[in-house]
């Protein structure tokens, strides 16, 4: 599966940002989904991305870094093959480029490791 992200900017802080994640080549129902994100000045390797959200093939239970509780909601529309991440309230530590991801099992889904495939990233930046 060929995952895009897509939605990324500038805000000032205090607002908000919706992030979309669409996929092609199979049908987004059949994987768990999550977003992770990599702050500027901590290249990293891929598996080492913070965990910002995660949701489950259905939809029903939903996944979320202590950080963005209350603050982040995510989301998806199997018929559309989309996901969303839903921002609000972003703080400047909010900064970073956003990574969508997929994985068949919910089984550590806060280890980006653990996902098989990857969207190319889309770049959210909150000013103070």
């Known amino acids: 599966v060929q995952l895009q992200a897509s939605g990324g900017g500038l805000v000032q802080a205090g607002g908000s940002l919706r992030l979309s994640c669409a996929a092609s080549?199979?049908?987004?129902?059949?994987?768990?989904l999550g977003w992770f994100r990599q702050a500027p000045g901590k290249e990293r390797e891929f598996v080492q991305r913070?965990?910002?959200?995660?949701?489950?093939?259905?939809?029903?239970?939903?996944y979320y870094a202590d950080s963005v509780k209350g603050r982040f909601t995510i989301s998806r529309d199997n018929a559309k093959n989309t996901m969303y991440l839903q921002m609000n309230s972003l703080k400047p530590e909010d900064t970073a480029v956003y990574y969508c991801?997929?994985?068949?099992?919910?089984?550590?889904?806060?280890?980006?490791?653990?996902?098989?495939?990857w969207g190319q990233g889309t770049q959210v930046t909150v000013s103070s």
């Open positions: 991801a997929a994985k068949p099992t919910i089984i550590s889904y806060t280890r980006a490791g653990s996902y098989d495939y």
């Open positions: 080549g199979r049908t987004l129902s059949s994987y768990v």
């Open positions: 913070e965990f910002v959200a995660a949701i489950s093939l259905s939809g029903g239970t939903t």
